[in-house]
Each structure stands twice: as structure tokens, then as C-alpha cells.
T-cell receptor
Framework: GQQLNQSPQSMFIQEGEDVSMNCTSS?????WLWYKQDPGEGPVLLIA?????ELTSNGRLTAQFGITRKDSFLNISASIPSDVGIYFC???????????FGQGTRLTINP | DVKVTQSSRYLVKRTGEKVFLECVQD?????MFWYRQDPGLGLRLIYF???????EKGDIPEGYSVSREKKERFSLILESASTNQTSMYLC????????????FGSGTQLSVL
């Protein structure tokens, strides 16, 4: 099945740095989502985007739905230790369609 | 607090054993899903169900089956476990109409020796 191309696969940063990651697809999605998986837990929904060009924030997190509808971006500002985990992008075409996930970006933060 | 509960956090089984992974949700969701998570491969859909007694194959159903006898419970079955089925298994549920908003369990790390 199709998967989204998510990058980078891993990031090692210092506490306080900003983080950027992105997700691309060869086909269009109607909804883009970002999930975060804490160590030892299942993924939790962070942000859902429903309109091309939409920019949505959740605290220090900001995500954008690309204008082409084939990509999405997630930024984290001023990273803190609890930001550690795996971030997954996901695309949805609507209705009863299944979610398509990216490979994940593993974020590690050095204090 | 809404919950998706997976019966085991860790399981160790032997090759050829029949393995049952259980998942229960308390949100009255119609939709339930089983994913496996492997490093570098993200989340891959094994099977899903949109109603009791209904099941659909996902992207990697080979070697797996499922059972949904009650709305709140969705079981994943490995008929004859193999070492390449060693993985993290995640159960999820969602409501129709907001099918993109999945609620995940904490996962079962299965090791097949």
C-alpha cells in the first residue's frame, strides 16, 4: 500500500532549538494529520488540517497543509525534553478511506 | 477518560504457536484497526473493521486474521507465528465521519523466537 515520504527519519537536537519536518505524497489528500508517539505509548493526534494552505497551531507546534495538497509540514518551536518521541504524518482522502501514514521522524533532544 | 486497551504490553511466543492479541475500546466506536509498527516502515495497516462481524484486509494481511464478535472488542490472530512477525502491534479505533481521528492503544511488543 501507499506510504507517505516523511523526512527526516531522525533528528538529534539541543533543547531550545526549533524543529522542522515534512511529509510528501505523489497523490492528493483532503486531510493531513500529525500524530506523536511518546516512548512506550501509542500515537496521539496533535493537529488535523482540512484545507489547502491552512496553518494551524497547537501550543509550540505549528502545522501547514500544502497548497498542492500533496504535502504537509510540522514545526516545533523552542523544543523541550517532553517533545522527545516519534512524529507521524498521515493523509486521509475522506469518507471511508483509510489513513496513510509516513515512516515517522524520531526526535531526540540533548538537554 | 476514553481508552483503547490492549491486553498485553509484551508477549514472547515460539515459532508455530497460535497467538491472540486482544483490544478493547470504551468509546462506542464503530471503526477498529490493527497496525504493525516497524522501525523505518512507520505504521502499516493489517486489518480493519467498520462494524461487528465485519472485517476488511489492510495492506499487509498475510499471516493474520481478525475477529470482531462485539463492537468494543477486536482481536488479531496469528495462526502460526513466524519470526518475521516480531513487531510492535497497535490497535486503534475511530468514529464514522471522523475516521481520520484515530485513538490508539499503548501497543503490544511481540517477540517470536
Amino acid at each position: 500500500g501507499q506510504q507517505l515520504n516523511q523526512s527526516p527519519q531522525s533528528m538529534f537536537i539541543q533543547e531550545g532549538e526549533d524543529v522542522s519536518m515534512n511529509c510528501t505524497s505523489s497523490s492528493i489528500f483532503n486531510t493531513w494529520l500529525w500524530y506523536k508517539q511518546d516512548p512506550g505509548e501509542g500515537p496521539v493526534l496533535l493537529i488535523a488540517l482540512y484545507k489547502a494552505g491552512e496553518l494551524t497551531s497547537n501550543g509550540r507546534l505549528t502545522a501547514q497543509f500544502g497548497i498542492t495538497r500533496k504535502d504537509s509540514f510540522l514545526n516545533i518551536s523552542a523544543s523541550i525534553p517532553s517533545d522527545v518521541g516519534i512524529y507521524f504524518c498521515a493523509g486521509h482522502r475522506g469518507g471511508a478511506q483509510k489513513l496513510v501514514f509516513g515512516q515517522g521522524t524520531r526526535l531526540t533532544i540533548n538537554p | 477518560d476514553v481508552k483503547v486497551t490492549q491486553s498485553s504490553r509484551y508477549l514472547v511466543k515460539r515459532t508455530g504457536e497460535k497467538v491472540f492479541l486482544e483490544c478493547v475500546q470504551d468509546m462506542d466506536h464503530e471503526n477498529m484497526f490493527w497496525y504493525r509498527q516497524d522501525p523505518g516502515l512507520g505504521l502499516r495497516l493489517i486489518y480493519f473493521s467498520y462494524d461487528v462481524k465485519m472485517k476488511e484486509k489492510g495492506d499487509i494481511p498475510e499471516g493474520y486474521s481478525v475477529s470482531r464478535e462485539k463492537k468494543e472488542r477486536f482481536s488479531l490472530i496469528l495462526e502460526s507465528a513466524s519470526t518475521n512477525q516480531t513487531s510492535m502491534y497497535l490497535c486503534a479505533s475511530s468514529s464514522p465521519g471522523v475516521g481520520e481521528k484515530l485513538f490508539f492503544g499503548s501497543g503490544t511488543q511481540l517477540s517470536v523466537l
